[in-house]
């Protein structure tokens, strides 16, 4: 967190697609994070968020 910016990444070292559930408990208030890696806004939940990460990779998610 930076100032009142947070970032949340998620790395997936399988080499299969994974799902993660992000708590927003743990994160600011928001109704979409925006992946920083390729623009994609991900419409949040008010509990848990589902985010799938490709095999091999990460995503570098900002909480808007």
């Known amino acids: 967190q930076y100032d009142d910016q947070q970032v949340v ?3 997936n070292a399988s080499t299969d697609s994974q ?3 992000l708590d927003m408990s743990k994160v600011k208030a928001t109704s ?3 992946d920083l890696l390729n623009d994609e806004e991900i419409v949040t939940g008010s ?3 589902t985010i799938t990460i490709p095999a ?3 995503r570098l998610l900002k909480v808007n």
């Open 47 to 49: 509990e848990k968020t």
């Open 9 to 11: 990444y998620v790395l």
């Open 19 to 21: 799902n993660f559930e």
């Open 32 to 34: 979409k994070l925006v």
């Open 56 to 58: 091999l990779t990460g």
